[in-house]
């Protein structure tokens, strides 16, 4: 095994794939097939609706989103995401790029880094290009040729293309440095290989290429692997990158874009391999976005010492004309010369003289196709120099949004764009904020109105769910805070909207609130990312003198049914009610009337749960299934908006 660079090698819940298949004079489209939510792109006839390219269940990205989330929850232990989510910064990709042993034997009489670095090229300028709306750079920090056999280096690379993906991903972690300072630190390992990789134990042999979804900056998926079929293979890696970063197919059934824009070219992420791919949608640019601002890409942001791999400023077709072309598709055949504008549109190769074969394909842009002319976009037109970049601007602040709340804190957006120019030729993309927040009507809703949660639920009641109307209930997920689950009068819970209203609460005993999809830290000051905190007496950034502490030890134990503790009345705050042994004894909660249950009782509540919204503001159970290590215990640290009675029962032990 041979690599560019010196460094020392140092000592997956549900997985997202996604593949392309590449076939001889159509495009290909993408179909779903039963377990491992596995994707193919079979043929299909030139110029197909995107309509009918079905990519399998809507749910595909969305499974890979919410499971980097609740690694995030459980790697950090809070879903909360501050500031800077909402800034664009400079990102940079290092990318390791690996070559099979069979990638090498196919290339062994050509200029192999040339050929790679021609790919990586056409692959910087996709994460260059404005649509991408972000500021980001492939840096390739090494290049490595397995020379010897895979099985001497414990990485397996063979035709199964999900043994493949799953081996190489795991063998990339052992060869890449801890050390992030580390010129052969990579962020993203591609491989690239000459096997036929196949799916579906053998039987579908067309694929193009594998990645998980949204695994950027994740030890063991942040990799790829890509068979080489020609110069589609820049494309091929730009767009399984692009699922890396987070993105799903450009399809009506799936990202809800469509597979082409209006000049019929297709953006990077539709369901087809096409040399005619020129941009990103706006739904990979949002999917991208929305990466940063959740802060699940940070590991992007340190910028890596210079590449011994130059990207050049040079179009593919500049590096290998039409004939290098038709060799590497067809091996051995030369170009069918046809007339200027019909060459720019699909390039014939004559594989037997007397006929001439196609993959449907355009030539690469920056193809000779005439005197003192090149191919660019599918038209053949006057050579000259690639214009010179254009850095983008910010535009003037748009106007604050009306607030998404009438009391209790509600957020109102103000937003800007890079258009002031818009980047162009590979120009950079504007740096700095792009979203600014502010708290709105922060005063407090009456005590007597249902919470923000509650609202939305309830307006679920008119509508059918599943051919039936029913009787909604907040339900508050701790690991999903800005998902809006609710429960019904079967107990049967359910996501009724991917994501809950702007301004809604989103963890107990704080101000922190929902703001795009993700729960915002908001101090009590109501300013986005403050630290700011109440104290035990509810007084924004108080010392804790203003206000009286109630200590008191219930000790009678002679009751056999639930009896009354105490009543706490509204407006008390940071209560703690606990047992100071472990017992089978129970404690209850209810309303001042003593017929609402918020807590065990004859009429059990969803309160019951840990974290779940019980129309009381910040009331949170801590214990709700506790061992005998545990003490159950209540813990409030809010201020209650309604007065509460907290009763307790003697438990039975069995023996």
């Not at 649509?131 to 010897?148: P, T």
Request: aromatic residues 8%; proline residues 4%.
């Amino acid at each position: 095994m041979s690599g560019h660079g010196d460094g020392d090698p140092p000592d997956p819940g549900e997985d997202e794939f996604y593949k392309f298949r590449e076939e001889q004079n159509n495009n290909m489209e993408i179909t779903a097939v039963s377990g491992h939510h596995l994707h193919m792109i079979h043929q299909s006839n030139s110029h197909v609706d995107a309509k009918s390219a079905h990519c399998g269940t809507s749910a595909d990205w969305e499974t890979a989103w919410k499971k980097r989330f609740k690694d995030k929850l459980l790697k950090t232990g809070q879903a909360v995401v501050g500031k800077r989510g909402t800034t664009s910064e400079h990102r940079y990709l290092e990318i390791l790029v690996v070559c099979d042993k069979k990638f090498i034997t196919h290339h062994k009489d050509k200029d192999m880094e040339n050929y790679i670095m021609t790919i990586m090229n056409m692959v910087s300028d996709f994460y260059h290009d404005a649509s991408s709306g972000n500021q980001m750079d492939i840096v390739v920090v090494r290049v490595m040729y397995l020379e010897k056999e895979e099985e001497e280096i414990d990485l397996v690379i063979n035709t199964d293309a999900e043994s493949t993906l799953a081996s190489f991903c795991k063998w990339q972690v052992k060869i890449n440095p801890k050390d992030i300072t580390n010129p052969n630190y990579h962020d993203i390992a591609v491989l690239l290989t000459r096997y036929d990789i196949c799916a579906d134990e053998g039987k579908d042999c067309g694929l193009m290429g594998l990645a998980y979804v949204a695994a950027a900056c994740t030890k063991e998926e942040n990799c790829a692997i890509n068979e080489d079929g020609g110069l589609t293979l820049g494309i091929v890696v730009a767009h399984e990158i692009g699922h890396v970063m987070g993105c799903a197919h450009d399809t009506e059934g799936e990202s809800a874009c469509p597979s082409q824009a209006e000049d019929e070219s297709y953006y990077i992420m539709a369901p087809y391999v096409h040399m005619f791919t020129t941009r990103w949608s706006t739904c990979s640019r949002g999917f991208m976005t929305a990466l940063f601002e959740n802060n699940l890409g940070d590991c992007l942001n340190d910028e890596p010492e210079v590449s011994i791999y130059s990207m050049r400023n040079a179009l593919p077709g500049t590096i290998y004309d039409s004939d290098a072309q038709c060799d590497i598709m067809f091996p051995g055949s030369t170009t069918c010369i046809l007339e200027e504008e019909e060459f720019c549109a699909t390039l014939y190769c004559r594989t037997e003289p007397t006929s001439c074969s196609s993959r449907g394909e355009p030539p690469a842009d920056g193809t000779k196709c005439g005197n003192n002319k090149w191919c660019f976009h599918k038209k053949c037109i006057e050579i000259g120099e690639r214009p010179d970049a254009v850095n983008g601007g910010w535009g003037p602040w748009g106007s604050w949004s009306s607030c998404s709340r009438t009391c209790g804190g509600g957020v109102s957006i103000a937003q800007r764009d890079c258009d002031n120019p818009i980047p162009q030729y590979g120009g950079r993309y504007c740096l700095g904020e792009r979203k600014k927040y502010k708290i709105c009507n922060k005063e407090h809703c009456p005590v007597d109105q249902p919470s923000f949660r509650e609202v939305q639920c309830t307006e679920r009641n008119k509508i059918p769910f599943k051919g039936e109307l029913r009787t909604w209930k907040p339900y508050l997920k701790k690991e999903e805070p800005c998902v809006l689950y609710c429960v019904n009068e079967l107990r049967k819970f359910a996501k009724l909207e991917p994501r809950v209203r702007d301004g809604t609460p989103c963890k107990a005993g704080t101000k922190n609130m929902c703001i795009s999809g993700t729960c915002k830290k908001v101090g009590c000051d109501y300013q986005l990312d403050s630290d700011a905190v109440e104290d035990v007496c509810g007084i924004c950034n108080g010392d804790g003198t203003q206000c009286k502490i109630i200590d008191e030890v219930y000790k009678d134990t002679g009751a056999r049914d639930y009896k009354k503790v105490a009543t706490i009345p509204q407006g008390s705050r940071n209560v703690r009610i606990e047992e100071l042994a472990p017992s089978v004894n129970t404690i209850a909660v209810t309303d001042k009337s003593e017929k609402i249950f918020y807590l065990n009782g004859e009429q059990y509540d969803i309160c019951a749960d840990e974290g779940k919204d019980c129309g009381l503001m910040g009331l949170a159970y801590v214990a709700a299934a506790c061992t005998k290590e545990e003490n159950c215990a209540i813990n409030e640290d809010g201020g209650l908006t309604l007065g509460i009675v907290v009763a307790h029962e003697i438990g039975h032990v069995y023996v």
